[in-house]
C-alpha cells in the first residue's frame, strides 16, 4: 500500500535551545545537527500531501520512529509546529529518545489507512560521558 501515500517526510535529529521572541525559523529550514546528547528528540517534515497532493489530516496520520532498523510502536502524529515554510512543509517534534553513546540512523514513518511513506535514513551520533564508577554488593 506505499503506492498511494507519497508524504513527503524528512527525518532529522535536533537539538533544542531557548530562542528570543522574535519570528521563529521553520525547523525545516534548519540544517540538522549530526550530534545529540540524551535525551534528544526525532524531528520530521512534510507537505502532508498524497501522490494526487491532496492535503492528508494531521489526525488520520499516525508516525512510527525507527532506530538503527528497530520500529517503535505507532503513535499519533502531533500538531506542527509554528507555520508551514516557503516549501509548503510543517515542522514535527516527535517523542524524545535515548539511545546509548555512539553512531546511530533514524527512519520517521507515516502511516495512512492507505499506506506509508518512509523517510530516508538520517545518520547521528549520541555523545556523552559514562558513570564514573559504580560498585556492586548482595545483602541477605
Known sequence: ?????????????VLFSAAPAQAQTNGCDVTPVTTV??????????????????PVPVAQIQYRISIDGVDQTLRPLPSPVGAVNAAGKFYFELASQTSAKGAHSVTVAFVTA???????????????????????????
Open 1 to 13: 500500500m506505499k503506492a498511494r501515500l507519497s508524504i513527503l517526510a524528512v527525518a532529522c535529529v
Open 114 to 140: 492507505d499506506g506509508e511513506a518512509v523517510s530516508a535514513p538520517f545518520a547521528f551520533a549520541v555523545r556523552g560521558k559514562p558513570i564514573k564508577d559504580v560498585t556492586a554488593g548482595v545483602k541477605q
Open 37 to 54: 546528547s540524551n535525551p534528544y528528540k526525532v524531528t520530521t517534515c512534510s507537505t502532508l500531501l498524497d501522490q494526487d497532493l491532496n
